[in-house]
């Protein structure tokens, strides 16, 4: 026979992860103690016996213990995987806030170009006139754009 003192050791040691034993465990680790120390056994095999249902407690409880951890695992994964993915979205939203921008400037560079290079015919009193005159007084931003653009193009 073989030394029980091992399984033993390790029935005990994986008992004592949480939430890996259940009744039916702890009975089988109680039959299985007994029957490796020849309790109320007269038949010489039963140690054997006992020492298989140690060990296959002792595995049931052990894989249980992986399986918890893993579960912990996933969810402090999955946590992070969340986080990444609105960190992914925040990104996204604020590419497209720029390249906004930096259209909305391009197309101010090029109003701003043709006002001080290609509109040169144009006196300042014309722009000023162009700006805040009767018909342009009320226009500001899109309107106020969309009108110097008109006049970018010779329309009236």
Not at 4 to 25: F, K, Y
Not at 33 to 43: I, N, S, T
């Amino acid at each position: 026979m073989t030394d029980p003192r091992p399984i033993m050791r390790r029935l005990s040691a994986a008992r004592e992860a949480p939430g890996v034993t259940c009744s039916a465990s702890r009975h089988a680790q109680q039959i299985a103690e007994r029957l490796m120390l020849q309790v109320d056994m007269p038949d010489d095999r039963t140690p054997h016996a006992g020492e298989s249902i140690g060990a296959t407690v002792a595995a049931l409880w052990e894989a249980r213990a992986t399986i918890a951890r893993l579960e912990d695992e996933a969810k402090l994964h999955q946590s992070a995987i969340d986080s990444l993915s609105s960190r992914c979205e925040y990104l996204t939203m604020t590419q497209q806030l720029f390249i906004a921008e930096r259209d909305a400037a391009q197309e101010h560079a090029a109003l701003y170009w043709w006002l001080r290079n290609d509109a040169s015919d144009w006196d300042a009193a014309g722009i000023i006139r162009l700006l805040a005159g009767p018909d342009y007084e009320r226009l500001s931003g899109a309107e106020l754009d969309a009108a110097i653009r008109a006049a970018m193009k010779g329309e009236p």
